[in-house]
Every structure is written in C-alpha cells, then in structure tokens.
C-alpha cells in the first residue's frame, strides 16, 4: 500500500508525516488517581515510593550491576532501592539526553523487572479461583499408581485430598480407621507454600511489580530501548498478560502495560509468539489480539483509547495484518461506538484507527460506508469540529477513501448535501470534499445514482 512504503502523507499537498508522538498517561486512567491526587499531601514520606531527588547521569554505569543484583536479591531494602533508583532513571523530561538508562547498557535489567512482575502474578489470584487439579483416574485400581503415592498406597494412612487414587483403592480402605488424624503434609497441600504472605507482604509484592511495570513503560518511551523491547519475548508476554487479566488486575498496572505495548507497536510483530525464541507464558498471536479486543470493548476511556490506538499502528504492518483480519469487523464496530463518546481524546483514537483500517483492508472500506451511524459520527467530528485539526484532516480522509470505492457510492450519496454544505463553509476541506464529490457524481458509470442522488429520482 500507499502508506506502507512512503509513510503517512500529511494533506493534499503530500510530505512525509512525522512519526506517531509517544502517549503520557491519561489523566484519570485510574480509578483512585483523583483520590490520591487530592490526598498526595497528606501521605507519609515513608510510604512513597521513590524519594524527591536528582541522581548523576553516570550513575547506572557505575552501579548498574548493583541495580540488577538488587533486583534479583528479593530483600526489601535492596529491592527498594533498586526501585526507587530506576523510577528515577527511567523518568526523562522532553530536552532531557539521558543517555544511561538504555536497557542495552545494562544486562539482565529487563528480566529482573519482568521476574518481579511474574512474582507478584504468581500469587495475584485467590487460591479459590485457580484452576483445580484434574483428577487422575489411571491406575485407580492399582496398589502402586507410579504417581507418587506409593508410600500411601502401602501404608495405614487416610488419602491425601490430592491423591489421585480412586475410591476402590487399597490405601483407602486400609486409610478408614485413622481418617480422625490429619498429617501435616495434608497441612503443607492445603496452604500456598512456606513462607506464606500475610496482608501486608501481598501488598509490598503488588506495589514492586507496579512499580517494575512503571519503570518498563518509562522506558519504552526512549527510541533506544524500542527495539530490544519489542523482541524481547518474555516482556512481550508478560505484557499482554495483564492485559488479558485486566478484570482481575491492578488498574494501574494494566495500565502501564497497555501503554508500553502502543509505544512499542510500529516495532511489535505478533508472530514473534509463534518464534523459536525461549517462551515463558505460552501467549499466542491469538490469544494477544484478543486481549486488546477486550481492552477496546473496556468502559475505561483510557484503555479502549489505548486499544484503538495500537490497532491502528499495528494494521499498518503487513505481517500483522493476515492475524487482525479475523476481527476487523468486530473492531471498526467498536470504534464507530467509540466516535459516539463526547470525549475528544476517545474521537481522535477511533478516527486514528480507522483511518489506518480503512487504508489498508478494502473489507473495511465496504463495510464501514454501510455501517449505521458510521458516516454521521465522523462528519460530526468534522462539523464540531474537534480541537485537534489533524483529526478532522484524518476524518474526511476516511471518507474519501470510501468515497473512492465504487461499491459505496450508492449509500455515500445520501450525504451528498453535507458534503456540499461542508465544501462551502469549511474552506479547510474544501479540497478534499470536492474531490469527494467529483467521485461520486462525475464518473461515467455513475450517472444513474448523480441523477438520483440530485433530483430524488
């Protein structure tokens, strides 16, 4: 396509657009994000996360062992630090060269903080909701199951609760005169593990991995890491991991990971889950555009903004689009639905995405003209007009691609008098409405549909 090979063109008069700016994070992207904005003065120092100071850019050359084996150590103090250190590091003001916090200059960084974020998972779901054992019924009549449980099979003890010895077998016959007795490994089975987590240990372990993702999101924003993260596997997986668990998640964590996979998306390629590369999560190409589906079909503004941005940056990449072709129409109903919200940043990211989709799949072209409220809702944008003018460049776009199809110019002409309206009192866009027009009413095998379309025949 156009787009892919040269790049977006900006206007009429063509020139290479710069590329896609990197996203902040919105304000209210969390649900407790006014709750703490207004109670920030009121919290302790103690219980900050990173302290109020400034640290040396060669810093992390110095010490970037250090960070790493504080990372790996596990100890709260070390951990902390190590912590507070990056957060530090990974935040750079827009004129601000740092040059130091490349993940490339610091090995085993990336995977520490992934190791983090996989501890805190591991134990992030109530044991009541974890997938239950199957039970095992081969050798359910045997004295010796070759499963382990030999010593019980042989002994005088009750079953274990998570034997897989079937009800006829000997150990449990032999195991009804003591059933009143519990062994403590019965105990051990019933609990998580030994050194177990009381409230407030499950609440410094959830606080480090959103601090970790906060530090990978910070770094993904510098153009020297975009690369080593985007074909890092096992960031790429955890990643969407939290995506796909965003019920059940922490928001702010979420968060973070939606928004380090749209700074990384002009580099992501999906069957990098399909590669030989080392796998540690078992994500799959389908199972990742599910998870943003979900994202894009949240209530949250800021993640089905964040959805609708990545789509859009993904489609334009030929090998992501054969694995997005299966839900294009699930997407661009979705992003219609999202044109509908009176939020400008939720407009501009569903009039990004569609913008793309419509480029690059003539499937979305046809549909999307025939789609009910479609063309209403992106002349809306036009008409409003939305502050940002770029958007409302990129909207009328989108109409003069599907004007340019000739299978949407039947349905396009019942709007025939808006875009007249719009090419006299708009002079902006006026050039792409007449060009809009020109389509629909000059082509010689359309004077049937212009003659319908001015007279009412």
Known sequence: MQKREQGKSGGSGGGNAAPPPKRGRPFGSTAASVASASAADSVAPSTLLGPSLQIHNSFSEQNNKRIVLALQSGLKSELTWALNTLTLLSFKEKDDMRKDACLAKIPGLLDALLQIIDDWRDIALPKELRKGQRTRTLGANSVITGFGNEYEALGSIALLPHSG???????????????????????????????????EGRAEKQQCAVAASNIIRNFSFMPENEIAMAQHRHCLE????????????????????????????????????????????????????????????????????????????????????????????????????????????????????????????????????????????????????????????????????????????????????????????????????????????????????????????
Request: charged share 25%; proline share 5%.
């Open 165 to 199: 010895l079937g009800p006829g077998s000997a150990a449990e016959i032999s195991g009804q005169k003591n059933t009143s007795k519990r062994r403590r490994s019965e105990w051990w089975l019933d609990e998580d593990g030994l050194f177990n987590l009381d409230d």
């Open 238 to 457: 955890t990643v969407f991991q939290c995506i796909e668990d965003h019920i059940v998640e922490d928001e702010e964590l979420v968060t973070n990971a939606i928004e380090t996979i749209v700074n990384l998306a002009p580099l992501l390629d999906l069957r990098i889950f399909s590669s030989p590369k080392p796998s540690y999560i078992k994500i799959t190409e389908k199972r990742a555009v599910q998870a943003i589906m979900g994202m894009l079909g949240s209530q949250v503004k800021a993640w089905h903004c964040a959805a609708a941005e990545f789509l859009g940056r993904m489609i334009i990449n030929p090998d992501n689009e054969p694995l997005l072709l299966p839900f294009v129409p699930q997407i661009y109903k979705r992003l219609v639905d999202i044109l509908s919200l009176q939020a400008f940043d939720a407009q501009a990211a569903a009039i990004g995405a569609l913008y793309n989709l419509v480029d690059v799949n003539m499937d979305c072209r046809l549909k999307l003209a025939s789609e009910r409220w479609a063309v209403d809702r992106i002349l809306k944008v036009i008409k409003t007009p939305h502050p940002v003018p770029e958007v409302c460049r990129k909207a009328a776009m989108i109409i003069e691609h599907l004007a340019s199809d000739p299978q949407n110019r039947t349905s396009l002409l019942a709007y025939e008098n808006a875009f007249a309206e719009i090419l006299f009192s708009d002079g902006r866009h006026s050039d792409t409405f007449a060009r809009i027009l020109f389509e629909l009413t000059s082509k010689p095998n359309n004077k049937i549909a212009a003659a319908r379309g001015i007279w009412g025949m």
